[in-house]
């Protein structure tokens, strides 16, 4: 009787062929979803989730220590940037995490692409349901009530405790999309007046009503010779803007009358991004690319248009396929300048820490990333946030290995109350600021309206800043003035540029990772904001003060570029 009823038994086993249950230990949760979101149902069984899968790299530990290595001026390897082999080797995951995880993979007929060079990076496709037992997920529909968009995410995931050490994490699960469809920052306030202040014959800067790259080239005392030893500039462009190519023109023909009007920029597409120059371009676009190609005279410029192709599910892939496209390149430009951010609570930590590192992978070719620091001031990337019932630092200007960019104001400059600034609840504070973070907290991190609300042990940001209000730029044939760090962020990234350009010029390696730089030497060609604040969450009083030295509305300051060439010694 036994062995008749174990015959039956053994030979049915391969219909079972599930994989034998491995045990699962939560990866990742999170107790809400970020504010403004409602659960709404269970998400469909039958979805399909187009899923990214890390592995854990080989050696980040590494990759840090060989950035810094390059990154700090005071080391002899300073500026001995590392080739794209020897970024991928820290980056490469080990042969056991990638047969680990495809066995997984393959034990429940699940077929992966990988999507990074190094290989650190899956993704596969699989529905609701799928994903869901694999992962001891629950799916579900939540809605922003502001937007009534849906998104579908989990609130915590799980995964076989053989692939700890293996399998970094999975995403798309706890981390949300921007609500608000990661609008640009620009746009603070929204004055769509015409007017014609490109050619101010009063003086650079004379018509306080228009900032223009006279009036920058001025106040920064900038170059107007071109850029011609190889320095370059990328320029990141998400939610389906692009910039048209007849609005640069007219932008040169009136604000750069000494340029060619034909200079032009290179154009990336990536996730589908779109260039259709039918007249309906990006502000933000059109914003970005006239202040890079209008100020870094005759440095190439890229425009990297990020799409939302299907694999594409909210921001930060996008931000990954942007820096994986960059890693890609044997030789990415050197400047990278992004002018969109988001919350950064509504990242999870690990997705953070992996996004930072692909900067820091970027940071050690020897590609300086600057992002802008937002427009909320200490409420996030937007003001008013959702919700703010404390300080919202945003993401990713709280990665170290990036150089967040704040704004000022008026002339003689003072930081404009939209800057975003404050410190990071994700990482802690890096070696850089050792000394200038606590003599600001000792002076003014006490305020007793701020008490509480914000994180002093974590990294502070922005680096730096520049101005952020009113910038003149044609959109549609007509000029108009725009405001925001998304003016801040491509002004500073040519500022770099031009001064990478120097530096080529004269032998010698680009900036790469500005930061270690910046806060041991580079301050001493910036200016100093010593007045203003930024301004806080709805209800709370004021933000953050500026003071001597560094602080978290304006960083070490505004660029000075003939007084950065001398602290180089150029
Ligand atoms: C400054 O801008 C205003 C408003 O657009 C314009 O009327 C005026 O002519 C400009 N001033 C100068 C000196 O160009
Ligand atoms: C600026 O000056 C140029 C050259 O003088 C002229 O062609 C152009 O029309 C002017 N633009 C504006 C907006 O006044
Ligand atoms: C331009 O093309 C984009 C993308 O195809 C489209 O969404 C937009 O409506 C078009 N605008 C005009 C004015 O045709
Ligand atoms: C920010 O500054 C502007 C210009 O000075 C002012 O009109 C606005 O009320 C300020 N906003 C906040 C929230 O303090
Ligand atoms: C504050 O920052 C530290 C260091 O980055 C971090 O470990 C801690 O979790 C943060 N605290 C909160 C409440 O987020
Ligand atoms: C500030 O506003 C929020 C949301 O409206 C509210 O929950 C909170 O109690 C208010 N805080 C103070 C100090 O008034």
Redesign the pocket.
């Known amino acids: 009787m036994l062995s008749f009823v174990l015959v039956p038994l053994l030979v049915l086993l391969p219909v079972f062929a599930k994989p034998f249950a491995r045990d699962l230990q939560v990866h990742e949760s999170r107790a809400n979803a970020p504010s403004g979101y409602a659960y709404t149902s269970p998400a469909s069984p039958d979805a399909l989730l187009s899923l990214r899968l890390a592995l854990v790299q080989s050696d980040p530990a590494g990759l840090v220590d060989a950035l810094y290595d390059v990154s700090t001026p005071e080391n002899a390897n300073y500026g001995n940037h590392l080739s794209k082999e020897e970024v991928e080797a820290f980056v490469a995951p080990t042969a056991e995490s990638v047969t680990a995880v495809k066995t997984w993979l393959n034990d429940n007929d699940i077929s992966s692409n990988v999507i990074s060079p190094a290989g650190d990076w899956l993704s596969i496709q699989v529905p609701v349901s799928k994903a869901n037992d694999l992962l001891g997920a629950q799916y579900s529909v939540f809605t922003h009530a502001g937007t009534q968009k849906q998104t579908i995410r989990t609130l915590s995931y799980s995964i076989p405790t053989d692939l700890l050490g293996h399998l970094d994490f999975v995403h798309p699960t706890i981390s949300f999309p921007d609500p608000n469809g990661t609008p640009p920052l620009v746009g603070f306030p929204q004055v769509p007046e015409r007017r014609s202040i490109l050619n101010d014959t009063a003086g650079p800067c004379a018509n306080t009503s228009g900032i223009t790259p006279a009036c920058l080239q001025s106040l920064y005392s900038l170059p107007t010779t071109p850029a011609t030893h190889g320095s370059a500039i990328a320029v990141a462009g998400y939610v389906g803007q692009w910039p048209q190519r007849a609005d640069l023109m007219t932008f040169l023909e009136d604000a750069r009358p000494d340029m060619s009007p034909s200079t032009t920029y290179n154009l990336v597409t990536l996730d589908g991004g779109i260039d259709p120059q039918n007249g309906s371009a990006g502000i933000e676009a059109n914003l970005d690319i006239q202040y890079t190609v209008g100020l870094a005279t005759d440095a190439p410029v890229t425009f990297i248009s990020v799409g939302g192709g299907s694999d594409v599910t909210d921001f930060t892939d996008a931000l990954l396929d942007t820096a994986i496209y960059m890693i890609g390149l044997e030789d990415p430009p050197q400047v990278m300048t992004t002018s969109y951010g988001i919350d950064e609570y509504t990242v999870s930590e690990k997705l953070a820490y992996n996004l930072c590192n692909t900067y820091a992978q970027l940071g050690a070719r020897g590609v300086s990333i600057l992002f802008a620091s937002g427009d909320g001031g200490v409420s996030g990337g937007h003001y008013p946030a959702d ?1 703010c ?1 404390t300080f919202l630092p945003t993401f990713p200007s709280g990665c170290p290995y990036v150089t967040s960019v704040g704004g000022t104001v008026d002339i003689p400059q003072t930081a404009v109350n939209f800057s975003g600034g404050g410190f990071s609840n994700y990482w802690a504070r890096p070696s850089f600021q050792s000394l200038t973070v606590p003599n600001y907290l000792a002076s003014y991190g006490s305020e007793p309206t701020d008490a509480g609300l914000y994180n002093a042990s974590g990294r502070g940001f922005p680096d730096v800043a520049a101005y952020a209000v009113d910038f003149a730029i044609v959109v549609e044939g007509a000029v108009i003035p725009v405001s925001g760090t998304s003016c801040a962020s491509p002004t500073f990234a040519s500022v770099v540029a031009l001064v990478n350009d120097a530096l080529l010029a004269a032998g010698r390696p680009a900036l790469g990772w500005l930061n270690p730089w910046l806060y041991a030497e580079g301050w001493q060609g910036l200016t100093d904001i010593t007045t203003g604040n930024n301004f806080a969450c ?3 009083t004021t933000g953050f003060e500026t003071a001597v030295g560094w602080d978290p509305v304006t960083g070490l300051g505004t660029p000075d570029y003939a007084r950065l060439l001398t602290v180089l010694g150029l």
């Open positions: 919700g019932t709805s209800n709370f």
